[in-house]
């Protein structure tokens, strides 16, 4: 209604009365009323064609249509028209007419009533549309602030692309119609020319051998239908003019919002942490210039393989550096990668140039380095953690600092693989990050030594006197859905602590318990422990649920679920709020067992996950659990962007999950690049560093979850 004084109407009526009737009564009232009566559906139908009236009264005759009939044509044509019924005892309407759909019922020989009802129906279908019109403001609002973040993350990326190609040492040209639109600085040295302007607009053919062209030409013209990169061995002119036998690598791409081709001359023998195209190199992240995690983890299995270890000291310094991610988000992507390059120049310098440092994720580094000492490595991360406390970075007139958490682990004779050592350095900078940060601190290698020896009574007594002492704790890591679905989940981690205070790796720990006939007592103290902490946060979120691992000894003990249920019942909770772990080859070589155990904890109503899938066994092995959750073995997700095999891997994990209707959680997930390729993968759920640190509380904010969406789809 555009104005208070014009009304139009609709009544479904045979004989006209009432309608008659109500046209007098809100014209009396100062209304302006346009009356339409329809006796049948097909007649409401063509009306509303032509027309978009106010309310629709129902009222009486022989051959008008059921009231239901006339409602659920209103809803099925997403009309939120107000429906009136008219009778003159409203008393004797059954209740069934108004859960069919109808506003209200009102008499026609009442007319104040009929008036103010009309009146307030017409206020509130006013109010739904200004309601509406604000909300479709507010949408629109956030999706201009959505676009102006993407606007502004694609100007960052672009700059940092092409701040990347500016410095490669690699040739670099983008063709446009078969001419030059761009050369990087390197191209243009290789072709003997001081500006871009003497290139720019000539034909690329003019620099290739004749007898080539032909064969240049069909690959340009191929290059996007073709959808990858193609390296291909030409004549190619020197900055002499001198024609030489150099392979070229071409790749669909686009430049200044021009569809191209990107032409790549790699340098020969190209060093560390020089420029790189994102093809360059297997070895090095694309921006920082450090090793990535793939190369680094080779090279700490090599050291460990050493045949003479002696004589050697190494240490494995893992730095993380501290509210970094706020700092993207405060300064933009482009800022922040840019610190990170400047950082990773200053970790570099630091140490050694025999020693490899290497990129874990977004604003993780590893050290591999010699040294004499403990103290003169903890002197030397130490300085680090100074440099980079000072360190300043300048990008468009904002200033950027930040301060870094340090693990350290001193490989020794009792580390099996790289997974190990990096295990230590790793919950090393955990305790360093969670004391408050700017920290360094050493992993305690007492455990180490006492797995190395002979298993003594002191084991058994060192155990229990950990439990009695309470020198355990627990630590909470989000498990985050990538398909915006509801619940709050999080993985609950054990943390062990030594006589002097260190904490100490809870595989080690547990490792040693299962040795002396102890793992039942660890898990029971550790379930015991997370009841209660669950119980306590469903105070306030009723749709938390905890993962918590289980051993091996707690499958075979009988006693565990009659324990188990009587806790649950204590804390006054649900069992689906408890999801149960089972390691993969636990489960595979104790397959009876393992089935047992998930028929008991199904009757209490808890949900089982098997951990550590998909690296060793086939997953056939598994297809008679019954299993909740998989989740996918984080040596899989380690290098994942670069891994063809590890992709293959996973992708069938997914498969597999996908086959047994079985939910699937990629574990260690540490970067963005991860995080978005499993996202493509359809991939349930994510946990890693990458979203957050395992902290001391269960207080993620998973609204995040909702950005983090957001940014896989984008």
């Known amino acids: ?125 006013a109010l739904k549309r200004r309601i509406c019109h604000l909300e479709e403001a507010v949408e629109t609002i956030h999706l201009q602030q959505r676009i102006d973040q993407l606007e502004k993350a694609l100007w960052e990326k672009e700059q940092d692309c092409t701040n990347l190609v500016d410095n490669s040492r690699d040739a670099i040209a983008y063709v446009y119609n078969g001419n030059y639109l761009y050369a990087n600085p390197a191209c243009l040295a290789r072709f003997g020319m001081d500006n871009l302007a003497k290139l720019k607009g000539t034909a690329l053919l003019g620099q290739i051998d004749p007898e080539d062209h032909a064969a240049i030409e069909g690959l340009l013209h191929n290059c996007h239908e073709a959808g990858n990169a ?73 050291s460990l393989k050493s045949p003479d270890r002696t004589d050697i000291y190494q240490t494995v310094t893992y730095v993380l550096l501290d509210d970094f991610r706020a700092i993207r988000e405060n300064f933009g992507i482009y800022a922040g990668d840019q610190a990170i390059r400047n950082i990773t120049a200053l970790i570099e310098a630091n140490y050694d140039s025999e020693d490899t440092v290497a990129q874990f994720g977004d604003y993780v580094f590893a050290i591999l380095s010699d040294s004499q000492n403990e103290d003169q490595a903890y002197l030397l991360a130490d300085s680090l953690r100074k440099k980079i406390k000072k360190h300043v970075t300048v990008v468009g007139g904002q200033i950027i600092q930040t301060t870094c958490s340090i693990g350290m682990c001193v490989i020794n004779e009792h580390m099996m693989n790289a997974q190990d050592v990096l295990s230590r350095a790793d919950l090393a900078c955990e305790v360093a990050r969670s004391s408050g940060g700017n920290l360094v601190h050493i992993h305690s290698t007492a455990i180490d030594k ?49 006589e002097n205070g260190r904490v100490i790796l809870p595989g080690q ?77 636990t489960a595979v070589r104790n397959s009876v067992v393992t089935s047992g155990f998930i028929n008991a904890m199904r009757e209490i109503g808890c949900r089982i996950a098997i951990e550590h899938f998909g690296y060793s066994s086939p997953p056939e092995l598994l297809l008679d659990l019954d299993m909740d959750f998989l989740k996918i073995d984080g040596s899989l997700i380690d290098n994942l962007a670069y891994s063809s095999e590890n992709q293959a891997r996973v992708r069938s994990v997914v498969d597999f999950a ?57």
């Open 658 to 714: 996908r086959t047994t209707k079985t939910l699937c959680i990629a574990e260690r997930v540490d970067d963005a690049s991860s995080m978005v390729t499993l996202w493509q993968y359809n991939v349930d759920y994510i946990q890693g560093n990458f979203l957050r640190e395992p902290g001391k509380k269960p207080d993620y904010d998973f609204e995040d979850a909702i950005a983090l969406h957001n940014l896989a789809e984008s």
């Open 230 to 302: 193609v390296a291909v061995k030409v004549g190619l002119a020197d900055r002499q003019g001198m024609t030489r036998s150099t392979t070229v690598e071409l790749a669909p791409s686009s430049y200044d919002n021009k569809r191209c081709i990107r032409m790549t001359i790699h340098t020969p023998g190209q060093a560390k942490g020089a420029g790189m195209t994102p093809e360059s190199s297997n070895h090095e992240q694309l921006f920082s210039g450090a090793y990535n995690r793939h190369y680094f983890m080779q090279t700490v299995e090599d």
């Open 509 to 585: 720990f547990v490792s040693l318990a299962g040795k002396t006939g102890m793992s039942t007592e660890i898990d029971r103290w550790v379930v015991s422990s997370v009841l209660t902490s669950l119980r306590e946060n469903h105070d306030e979120h009723r749709d938390t649920a905890f993962f918590v691992k289980v051993s091996g000894a707690t499958l075979a003990d009988k006693e565990f679920p009659a324990w188990l249920e009587q806790q649950l019942q204590e804390n006054e909770l649900n069992g689906s709020a408890l999801i149960l772990e089972i390691p993969e080859t």
């Open 450 to 498: 006492q797995l190395g020896r002979e298993l003594e009574p002191q084991c058994d007594v060192m155990i229990r006197k950990t439990l009695e002492d309470e020198r355990l704790y627990l630590v909470y890591q989000p498990i985050v859905s990538l398909k915006d679905k509801s619940g709050k989940c999080y993985e609950v981690l054990l943390r062990v602590v030594d």
């Open 1 to 125: 209604m555009s104005d208070k004084e014009n009304l139009h109407l609709v009544i479904v009526e045979g004989s006209g009365k009432k309608a008659q009737s109500c046209k007098d009564i809100l014209e009396a009232a100062g209304y302006a009323v346009q009356l339409d009566r329809v006796q049948g559906i097909k007649a409401l139908e063509a009306l509303f064609e032509d027309a978009d009236p106010d309310i629709v009264l129902y009222g009486e005759g022989a051959r008008i249509p059921e009231f239901e009939a006339v409602s659920i044509w209103l809803v099925e044509h997403d009309s939120n028209i107000p429906l009136i019924v008219l009778a003159s005892d409203p008393a004797e309407v059954t209740p069934g007419v108004m859960q069919s759909g109808a506003s209200i019922v009102v008499s026609p020989d009442q007319p104040d009533d009929l008036v103010s009802t009309i009146r307030k129906l017409l206020d509130d279908a």
